[in-house]
């Protein structure tokens, strides 16, 4: 048996986010494409070298991005969207980041005079599977053109070989690239693009085969999904022609059971298959029996999306019976890439000693694969057996921790009645008391939450934790960041205010560091997406709410202004995923302990006088398991634990919830039973598609459909959003419509943020003055 090591990918920001602080350079112009690439291949080095001095046998190249994989396989083969107009001047770079970010330029609006927004729109983004990472979405349509431009992949390989490593390739395979595409023309599909695709495809894999790579991984991560014919029947004809190529391909798969495409995948032409024994640990088995035994098996046994440390013991028992049945190659891995988990645990050291003792990041994952190679071939060396009895005495710490388990939380969960989940009174009848008590026009004007986190804002917050800023000076530093927010929402005209988040870290964090049952890192980031990096907590033991969290913050705003004031929070399921949640016990569990912490907050906010009360839930969708048979049981508990947040409050309090970045429309009865007041939506990139369904299915509610995309740079022009205000009145009764941005505008600037609220509140009265 010859067993080998490997990863599917690492964390490309760096031990101290490095490539976020180049790219925002670079963006600034304060630093070179050549001084941003250099940063990149050191980078790359480094993370080479961990692989190697880990252990690992390949070290893995192609994983690496300057701003999202899926955007840089767009440039390798060829297919950047025409609508970009790109000139030969422009350099691959360059293009790069206008796809990801748009291009904004100002020209003179012949009617008027006045200066408007022009430029290209940047590409759609979506959520990577289930993942909180958002990816660039390809635009494909019958015109889309393929062609090799493998320079930037091929120069990687050689650097990785210039420094003796041995290199496995690891690409996005051609269906999962197509199928992560969308279709800008009615009524194509865009699988008739595979025909014209795989000879690039084919064209790469010998470039890359004759610069002596042996190996090349194709992640096709939709063999786990609940494929349509069309798509299952393209999987064998697609890798029977790669394959003549002659490199050893091994396909990965990760995120979910292969199910019915078990057979079809383990008998693909193919010299390799990846397994995720983590979400699929009951395949294993059959994946063994079925894989040919010339082919090799590479299983990934080491979890890629969560920081708990494995449990080496419980990984040798599944990993021994699999080996014994197997003669051929056996390769150990995490089961995805380890893009979703922080760097390293290295630099924690105000983390608390015994839970840290729980946690591997992606360098301690790397040794793990490294140890249970070495215990898998019988090595008994004293480094091996210290490993194996440091991982059995944190297994044994944590499970008999007194920290894990609360019993006021047991017994508060226990005490629940049936109807803890539902409002007073139903949406028409709540909707009448609301308006009579907010007096709001019509195509009322409001943001997400946030404003911009300044400069100011943020070295207050460091000063504050590096000690040197008392709490009262911090505080009073916040209320004035405040005030200056709402007095600006004050002059530009919104209709209901929010206080700008300047005391908040992150959506997340900021309400985890003040709930039981959560920990925090200091430099545990993870790549969200570009360079927006977001440090998610560690969710270890039950949760409740010792104190109010916001309240204080929230009245105050309300004390600066006669116009509505919205209370924000996060909601429980996206607390949920987006912190690195306890798995111990059902994921549902932890969501309903969150729910019941977030409903303490509303009503206290509520008691506070706060009359418009918003719950984010912008993950509903990503926690969304990948097979369609498991939808029905996650969305009955999500959606309940939204509604037992927010049912504590009476009928003339509003409940607002906002979601973005994902797609919702095969989910809208589920979105509709939420029962929010106002739903706020990410609607511009899409040009409003979400509401030609939302009209179709005759959502009652009412929307706020994301008028314009605070993640470029662009600022839009008036009628640019007056045009989407009118596509989403002629699907959604203008009564029920909302005015605001597609998400928070923590990352603007001041100056982009008020022009584009300006050009916002100009379109809402256009809308009004036209009804």
């Known amino acids: 048996m010859t067993i080998r090591t490997h990863i599917l990918g690492f964390p490309r920001i760096g031990a101290a986010r490095e490539l976020k602080l180049a790219l925002e350079r670079h963006w600034r112009g304060e630093v070179s494409e050549a001084a941003l690439e250099a940063t990149g291949q050191q980078l790359r080095a480094r993370h080479w070298a961990l692989q190697r001095d880990a252990g690992l046998d390949y070290v893995t190249v192609g994983d690496f991005a300057l701003y999202d994989q899926v955007a840089s396989h767009i440039q390798l083969l060829g297919c950047e969207p025409a609508r970009f107009n790109f000139t030969p001047e422009q350099s691959p770079l360059a293009r790069y980041f206008t796809m990801a970010r748009g291009e904004a330029t100002q020209a003179q609006h012949a009617d008027c005079g006045h200066a408007h927004a022009a430029g290209t729109a940047?590409?759609?983004?979506?959520?990577?599977f289930d993942t909180n990472y958002h990816y660039l979405v390809p635009e494909l349509s019958p015109q889309t053109q393929f062609s090799l431009a493998g320079e930037r992949l091929l120069a990687e390989v050689a650097e990785a070989q210039a420094l003796g490593h041995q290199v496995k390739a690891a690409l996005i395979g051609p269906l999962t690239f197509l199928w992560l595409g969308k279709e800008k023309t009615p009524g194509f599909e865009r699988l008739a693009l595979l025909e014209q695709l795989l000879p690039v495809y084919g064209a790469l894999l010998d470039r890359l085969k004759q610069q002596g790579v042996t190996w090349v991984q194709l992640d096709e991560p939709i063999l786990g999904l609940d494929l349509p014919n069309a798509w299952r029947s393209a999987v064998e004809s697609t890798y029977w022609q790669l394959n003549q190529v002659g490199v050893n391909i091994l396909l990965a798969t990760y995120f979910s059971p292969l199910e019915e495409n078990l057979s079809?995948?383990?008998?693909?032409p193919v010299a390799g298959l990846h397994v995720d024994g983590i979400r699929a640990p009951h395949e294993?088995?059959?994946?063994?029996?079925?894989?040919p035994e010339h082919k090799v098996l590479s299983i990934g046994i080491v979890d890629g999306r969560n920081i708990w440390r494995t449990d080496l013991d419980a990984a040798l028992a599944v990993l021994q019976p699999l080996a014994a049945r197997r003669n051929g190659q056996l390769w150990l891995a995490p089961s995805c890439s380890l893009l979703h988990v922080p760097f390293s645990l290295e630099a924690e050291t105000e983390l608390d000693g015994e839970i840290k003792s729980w946690l591997a990041f992606a360098t301690e994952k790397l040794s793990e694969i490294a140890v249970l190679k070495g215990a898998l071939e019988g090595q008994s060396d004293a480094a091996t057996l210290a490993a194996l009895a440091s991982s059995r005495l944190a297994i044994a710490g944590r499970r008999a921790s007194p920290r894990v388990q609360r019993a006021s939380v047991t017994q508060r969960l226990q005490a629940l009645t049936p109807t803890v989940d539902r409002r007073d009174s139903s949406f028409p009848l709540r909707q009448a008391v609301q308006r009579a008590r907010f007096q709001l026009p019509d195509f009322p004007t409001t943001t997400i939450g946030s404003f911009p986190q300044t400069a100011a804002i943020r070295?207050?917050?460091?000063?504050?934790?590096r000690g040197e800023l008392a709490s009262v000076e911090y505080e009073q530093q916040m209320r004035a960041e405040i005030a200056h927010a709402v007095a600006r929402q004050e002059a530009l005209g919104l209709d209901v205010l929010v206080h700008g988040e300047a005391e908040r870290n992150d959506m997340v964090e900021y309400f985890g560091e003040q709930l039981d049952g959560f920990a925090f890192t200091r430099l545990?980031?993870?790549?969200?997406?570009?360079?927006?990096?977001?440090?998610?907590?560690?969710?270890?033991g039950d949760v409740q709410r010792p104190a109010a969290m916001t309240v204080a913050w929230t009245v105050h705003a309300q004390s600066l202004t006669h116009k509505p004031m919205?209370?924000?929070l996060t909601g429980p399921v996206t607390l949920l995923q987006w912190s690195f949640v306890r798995d111990d016990q059902p994921r549902a569990s932890t969501a309903l302990q969150l729910a019941l912490a977030i409903r303490d907050e509303v009503q206290d906010l509520e008691t506070a006088g706060i009359g418009i009360i918003q719950i984010d839930e912008p993950a509903i969708r990503e926690g969304l398991p990948l097979r369609r048979g498991q939808w029905d049981a996650y969305l009955d508990w999500a959606t309940r634990a939204f509604r037992i947040a927010a049912s504590v409050v009476s009928d003339a309090t509003q409940i607002h919830t906002h979601m973005c970045y994902a797609e919702f429309n095969n989910i809208l009865p589920q979105i509709a039973a939420m029962d929010a007041d106002v739903i706020t939506l990410e609607t511009s990139r899409s040009d409003m598609e979400l509401l030609t369904d939302l009209g179709q299915f005759r959502y009652q509610n009412e929307i706020g459909p994301g008028v314009y995309d605070i993640h470029s740079p662009r600022v839009p022009s008036t009628l640019d959003m007056?045009?989407?205000?009118?596509?989403?009145?002629?699907?959604?009764?203008?009564a029920n419509l909302w005015v605001n941005p597609d998400c928070g505008l923590k990352t603007r600037g001041w100056a982009e943020t008020e022009a584009a609220l300006k050009n916002m509140v100009a379109a809402a009265q256009q809308m009004r003055a036209a009804a």
């Open 284 to 291: 294993l088995i059959s994946v063994t029996d079925w894989l």
């Open 524 to 540: 545990g980031w993870v790549q969200s997406y570009g360079s927006r990096c977001v440090k998610p907590p560690v969710l270890y």
């Open 122 to 128: 940047a590409l759609e983004m979506s959520k990577w």
């Open 459 to 465: 070295a207050a917050r460091a000063s504050r934790q």
């Open 722 to 734: 007056v045009r989407l205000l009118q596509k989403a009145s002629a699907v959604i009764p203008p």
């Open 566 to 568: 919205k209370g924000m």
């Open 264 to 268: 079809l995948t383990c008998r693909l």
